[in-house]
């Protein structure tokens, strides 16, 4: 896969093997750092604020070393990188990823400035159309409930998500919709959703599980600027059954529209023009 891949402010090149990351780096050991996924066009990090905010909530959460000006002054220096390697008309994903970087054995964190680490992937294919997910499941299984410093953040500590994501391959569905331990909707495996019933969107709350994604924030405020009937709360598992329209969002889909959604031996054909008309509603094309 061709990418961009910058460490501490160094360009590192992708075939170098001396700059593989070291086994005894803590990302790797315990999952010990953060980590944000981003849209680039344009010459800039779409939603770029949002972001920085993002760190500015998990750097302390994790007792991490890194100041926000670095990760502005490395960012720029890396958008001039792809400027000059790939034209300023590039377009796809940046990963910014946050590691305490290496340490001694053991749990207890090192006194040390962490690693910062940029990745670029170019996108080359682009499609106007909105995504439309086939088919969409209810998983089972609960979310865990993390501690209170970490509800929110976005840690390198994605192994849910991976089992999930394997669970709802196995059932051929494209994505699914994760509860918490009361039975509560929660969000998707690798997005939030939104809900559309009895004449309004609703959205999960974050009580005991969940991320609080860019996007998401990007749309609710866009509901209540557009004076959008919309709820954050508590969505019952049970109350799925009068769900007439859901999508799924995230930083590299504005928008992601289910077409079934498939509980048990049901499914149900959502209303996709509900979704359709809330995507020019809230002029999300400028995301997309």
């Known amino acids: 896969m061709t990418m961009l891949i910058q460490k501490n402010a160094q360009m590192i090149p992708v075939n170098d093997q001396e700059h593989l990351v070291s086994i005894e780096d803590r990302g790797f050991l315990y999952g010990d ?28 959460a994790l007792c991490l070393n890194c100041d926000m000006d670095r990760i502005n002054t490395d960012k720029e220096n890396f958008l001039n990188q792809i400027s000059a390697q ?12 946050i590691s305490r970087g290496q340490g001694q054995r053991g749990y207890a964190p090192p006194d040390q ?60 569905w494209h994505e699914a919709l994760c509860f918490d331990q009361h039975d509560d909707l929660v969000e998707g495996i690798s997005s939030n959703c939104f809900v559309y019933m009895h004449g309004q969107w609703h959205t999960p709350d974050f009580a005991l599980a969940g991320i609080d994604g860019v996007m998401r924030q990007e ?4 509901l209540q600027h557009f004076q959008i009937p919309h ?22 889909h504005a928008m992601q529209i289910v077409q079934t959604l498939i509980d048990g031996n049901a499914e149900r054909q959502l209303d996709q023009n509900i979704c359709k008309s809330v995507f020019q509603q809230l002029q999300l094309s400028d995301l997309s």
Not at 86 to 95: D, R
Not at 219 to 222: A, F, G, N, T
Request: aromatic content about 10%.
């Open 86 to 97: 790939y034209g300023e008309n590039a377009h796809g994903t940046i990963k910014i990823l």
């Open 231 to 252: 709820q954050i709360r508590k969505i019952k598992r049970s109350e799925l059954a009068s769900v007439q329209a859901i999508f799924f969002c995230n930083t590299l």
């Open 113 to 172: 400035d962490a690693d910062l680490y940029f990745y670029f992937y170019p996108k080359t294919a682009f499609s106007s159309e909105i995504p439309v997910l086939e088919k969409v499941g209810l998983m089972d299984q609960a979310l865990s409930t993390p501690m209170q410093q970490l509800r929110g953040i976005k840690s390198l500590n994605r192994i849910e998500q991976v089992i999930l994501k394997h669970q709802a391959n196995q059932k051929a």
């Open 219 to 222: 749309i609710l405020s866009r």
């Open 33 to 60: 750092g953060c980590f944000t996924t981003a849209q680039y066009g344009g010459g800039e990090i779409q939603l770029w604020q949002r972001h920085l905010a993002r760190f500015e909530k998990a750097i302390p």
